[in-house]
């Protein structure tokens, strides 16, 4: 309990010093990360925090979320409908959290739309990119090249570089492992090395005892919000403390909902192979 009233007091100060960087640009991003910058902040239920920013002259709009996983009964992914073949039925955000009860719930592992003989479930059926394993039973296989985050029964999480790793271990029946993109902050450091793209984006990070998430949600919008790239969602993390993170599906698939509702200004109504929910 502790380590969470840290975490929560380091979430609200503002931060300085310099990010130590390991491959991605050392330049922080051109938005005003302040306390002037800040629109909305607030505690919500089960210990969380949220906090909204906004710069209207860039613009940029992005939202943060600080989960303490112990103050959670359970955390899931569990899609509307698995099908025989193993794809599954797509699902809105704000959908999967109204139907888990998920009280924080975002968009989580990138998918295809599969190429199958029958149109209609073309349109109607999803592919899993990455490895997605739930209730002890593995739903999708591990893309190499991404990474993951493991969700153990006690609530504590880590996020795996590369989904590869996933052969090197055991996961048990009351863990879930689900992938998503790249990581992008590695032991307390930038990691990787990305193109400069700017645009929506929804990166998931881990205090260092794996005991916090944080959730950052990047807005894009025409006139609203330009988006950032993946260096610039790992300085946000980083300054709220992340000693790992990842990004995961981010541009037309990004969603963000907070007891039902969706927080984002720039709305869309994608349906997404996976989310991510914490229930209460």
Known sequence: MKSILIFVVF???SC???VKNSGMQEEFGDFDFTESSIVKKEELANGCFYV????????????VVCVPMENFSKITCSPAKIYEDGLVKGERTCDFARRTNSFI???ASPFKFPQT???LKNLTRWKIAGIYKENGKLHSESVFKYSAVLFSSENQAEILVNQEKNLEFSVKNDELCVGGFFSIIKDGLKYGNY???????????LSRDGRNALVLCVEEGWRKSRGMNYSECADVLLKFDAWNALCFDGGDSTGLCIDGKNVMECRNNRKVALNLGFVK
Do not use: M, Q, T, W
């Not at 909204?52 to 939202?63: C, N």
């Not at 193109?195 to 990070?205: E, S, T």
């Open 11 to 13: 979430l609200f100060c």
């Open 16 to 18: 300085a010093g310099v």
């Open 52 to 63: 909204k920013y906004e710069d209207e002259k860039l613009p940029l709009i992005f939202h």
């Open 105 to 107: 719930a975002i968009n």
């Open 117 to 119: 003989s029958n149109p």
């Open 195 to 205: 193109i400069d793209r700017k645009c929506a984006r929804l990166a998931f990070g």
